[in-house]
């Protein structure tokens, strides 16, 4: 069955430096792989994605995030983060096509806290 | 605003009461998902909708009851709830009822914050 995992509850990280959020993956076949981000009492919103090319995959509020197959990993970065980047950050895969629609797989979600 | 809208965005019910949550999507996308977000807990899948059809129940009790009148409407039906069903619920939908599409993954609407007295 494919899977997703955010291996990390909380990352903390100060204002103006990097920051990773990590994502692994298992899955058959060629993945989609997603980022969303979620702020307090809202839905989440699409960051980035990759499906094919480049293994560095650039989206919204600067983020980009880089495909590694060897690793099956899937991680998301910013190069000088911003206290307005806290929130709560979802990994997904595609599940294939299965019981008439495509399924998405969720992470557990990494909660990111940028201190100034 | 994502083209996915919710309402009300925020509700308080007593346990005898019955409600309804409601989302809208314009976007021509042909299925539709309903998922419950606790505290401290991953993203529940409770129910999807693919071409208005039901395709998945995801071990739902019965008291939340899901409704697809076409594509773009979707409604959760809720009676006698518990407070442990107090959550955030989110709605989204996709293209994603046939096997060529599901590149563009979710798009969710802002969702409902529920409370249960």
């Known amino acids: 069955a494919q899977s997703v995992a955010q291996p990390e509850d909380q990352v903390n990280v100060a204002e103006g430096n990097p920051l990773t959020v990590k994502c692994t993956y298992s899955v058959s076949g060629n993945p989609y792989l997603f980022w969303y981000v979620q702020y307090p009492n809202r839905g989440l919103q699409f960051l980035l994605k990759?499906?094919?090319?480049?293994?560095l995959v650039k989206g919204s509020y600067g983020f980009e995030a880089e495909f590694n197959k060897s690793q099956t990993s899937f991680h998301l970065k910013k190069p000088s983060a911003l206290v307005s980047d806290s929130a709560l950050y979802f990994c997904?895969?595609?599940?294939?096509?299965?019981?008439?629609?495509?399924?998405?797989?969720f992470g557990a979600g990494t909660r990111l806290a940028v201190h100034p | 605003e994502t083209g996915v809208t919710q309402t009300p965005r925020h509700l308080v019910m007593g346990m005898t009461n019955k409600k309804s949550l409601k989302c809208e999507q314009h976007?021509?996308?042909?299925?539709m998902y309903w998922y419950k977000q606790s505290a401290k807990k991953p993203l529940e899948l409770m129910f999807v909708y693919s071409l208005e059809e039901r395709v998945e129940n995801n071990s739902v009790p019965s008291r939340f009851s899901p409704e697809c009148p076409n594509s773009s409407h979707l409604f959760l039906h809720l009676h006698t709830l518990q407070p442990e069903d107090s959550a955030l619920y989110l709605c989204?939908?996709?293209?994603?009822?046939?096997?060529?599409?599901?590149?563009?993954?979710?798009?969710f609407g802002s969702g409902t914050r529920l409370t249960v007295v």
């Open positions: 997904a895969v595609r599940d294939g096509f299965s019981g008439g629609y495509n399924k998405l797989i």
């Open positions: 990759y499906i094919t090319g480049d293994n």
């Open positions: 989204a939908s996709s293209q994603g009822a046939s096997r060529g599409q599901g590149a563009d993954g979710y798009t």
């Open positions: 976007l021509g996308h042909n299925a």
